[in-house]
């Protein structure tokens, strides 16, 4: 088995050899949590800062500490930053660094902390942050789904249920849909990052430290609302990343429904939509084909950000308070899957500003199936003040006449009608069209043209603020 010669130069006081290169593999971090970099010297900062202020450090140490850090995230960001595997994390890198920069100094600013509340501190600031990206993203979707709404809020298209076609709907509407739901998601997230808020550096190893640290001071200095006030749970939760991620599922899920919409509008036979040559792809080997690839993908991220939430659930289910290094496994799938979502909110972004609907086509398909039956039996009830079930008697037998005929309803004649129910007179004529039954669903929620447009505005404001 090969060796590594030298031993941890962090930790290796009572080490007299090196790890196993396999041990060194599994065990190192630093190839992905590198990405902490930017947090971890934020944090390393704000605890230095703290240090002097409580007169743990002197304010001397405490400068070349603050300069060294500096001058290690300039490194870092050029590139010119050596990452080593056999310092494990980043931040060992980051100290071991430091040391280099700085001598004896370097030492000190572990006083206090351990790497189990560092760690927690940085990946908490990196989730935060990508919360808040997150959701403004989702806000930019949003906006995007509104403008195709109010351009579109008296468009007719099938409403389906079992994806057979129900009712008329306005494509308006159905694009509104999409925007309360990604309302919710982004409430999710923004709920997730509230109860995130709370500040675990300080908390040491598991137990709290001995020295006189002011928390407060480190959590406000790096945006947090306040300590985390128990240290155990300080250093070994991780259910911010847990909701982070169910609120990404949860919005993945959502974002997954319509681009399956996508794909189906988009084939030959439904030609709802098209997608511009941007969001499109060739087949190398058929000439004429234009595949929705974008919304497919969308589609299948769902599973990857899914299976993330599913990953990090299964790693914390078994582990005792406090630390174990099964939470190292923390980081990885919640960095894909934040950022695959990010991925696929800038796609979806891009395709819902780049689709035409198909007027003529949505309207026509709007009409098949008998889609207006319900608008019939309605008529039926307000009309002849017929009980619900009897309209709905009434109006399958009418339904099943246009059948056997090959017509729709409203091409039936009103003899025809009246021998299936003498009572019925023309006014029926005014609710078999689609047009007329979109424009009639005006209570609160319905689908009618003039509530599309007073949601638009509803969200306009929401959305400017
Ligand atoms: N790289 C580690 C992680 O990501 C940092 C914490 C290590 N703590 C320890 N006690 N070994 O979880």
Redesign the pocket.
Known sequence: MTQNTSGNKMWGGRFAQGPDAIMEEINA?IDF?KKLARQDIEGSKAHAAMLVHCSILTPEDGEKITKGLDTILLEIEKGDFQFSRSL??I?MNVEARLRDLIGEAAGRLHTARS??DQ?ATDFKLWVRDTLDTLSEQLADLQKAFVQLAEKNHDVVMPGFTHLQTAQPVTFGHHMLAYVEMLGRDRGRFQDARKRLNECPLGSAALAGTPFPIDRMMTARALGFDGPTANSLDGVSDRDFALEALGAAAICSVHLSRFAEELVIWCSAQFGFVSLSDAFSTGSSIMPQKRNPDAAELVRAKAGRIIGALNALLIVMKGLPLA?S?D??ED?EQTFDALENLSLVLAAMTGMVGDLTPNIARLKEAAGHGFSTATDLADWLVRSLDMPFRNAHHVTGALVALAEEKKCGLEDLSLAAMQAVEPRIHDGIFDVLSVEKSVASRKAYGGTAPENVLEQVKRWKSLLDE
Do not use: A, C, L, W
């Open positions: 971090s949590d494990e994390d931040h790497r189990n760690v630390y290094k939470m190292q980081k």
